[in-house]
């Protein structure tokens, strides 16, 4: 089976980016509505595996299009809202989880795995990736080269294979800032720069992959002319 399915459905555009980049992380493929009407065609045309859906979305809200679809797909209920009657209200139309606003998008990301696992979806991402000569065992959280095993810490770790599952994706300082050290990181966009220039030196094969985009961040860049 492909990569699975997201659907997150949420009026606020910076909430909807950061959940986008920690699902994106952990290789599920994400699509974004502003509202519910959004999320109706997309749900129509792309069949998502799991719908993230904002309760108070404006014109067509979450419990809406919950009661619109015509299929069985797991949901998870995001809202502001933490009464009984609301939660019980998402319940009764088939919610799987409703997490209520502010929340860690790291406890996010575990509850969808959960959810899914729970509707029989394989969540695993896979064991090995291979790219321009790195071998990413995933499992063991080990990177290799023809010449052997590279020495990164976490952060070189996680930021080369987020570049790796999005080969010529333009990734700015701030979405690297929030998909590697977390939404809640109090340091500076110069923490990515320093990250890389360590990166490139204990990986000598990403000096020619991971390239700077002048204005806008970095790419791992592949089959460019």
């Known amino acids: 089976m492909g990569s699975i399915k997201i659907l997150v459905a949420d009026d606020e555009v910076d909430l909807r980016r950061v959940i986008t980049l920690y699902l994106e992380k952990e290789g599920f493929k994400v699509f974004q509505a502003a509202d519910g009407d959004a999320a109706l065609r997309i749900e129509e045309s792309h069949r998502p595996d799991l719908l993230i859906l904002d309760v108070m979305m404006p014109g067509v809200n979450g419990w809406d299009v919950a009661r619109t679809i015509k299929r069985k797909v797991p949901i998870i209920f995001l809202t502001a809202r933490s009464m009984e009657d609301d939660k019980i209200t998402g319940f009764s139309l088939g919610a799987d989880d409703y997490i209520t606003k502010p929340f860690s998008p790291r406890e996010l990301t575990a509850r969808v795995r959960a959810v899914l696992r729970r509707s029989g979806y394989g969540v695993d991402p896979e064991s090995i990736l ?51 050290w977390g939404y809640d990181f109090d340091g500076d966009e110069r923490t990515v720069d320093a990250t890389i220039k360590r990166l490139r030196q204990k990986a000598p094969a990403t000096q020619d992959l991971i390239r700077t985009v002048w204005g806008s961040g970095y790419r791992l860049e592949l089959n460019q002319p």
């Not at 996680?158 to 979405?175: A, G, K, Y």
């Open 130 to 180: 291979s790219i321009a000569g790195l071998s990413i065992d995933i499992a063991a959280k080990k990177i290799s080269t023809a010449q052997g095993e590279l020495s990164l810490s976490p952060k070189e770790y996680d930021l080369l294979l987020l570049f790796v599952r999005h080969p010529n994706r333009v990734f700015s300082r701030e979405d690297l800032l929030l998909n590697v």
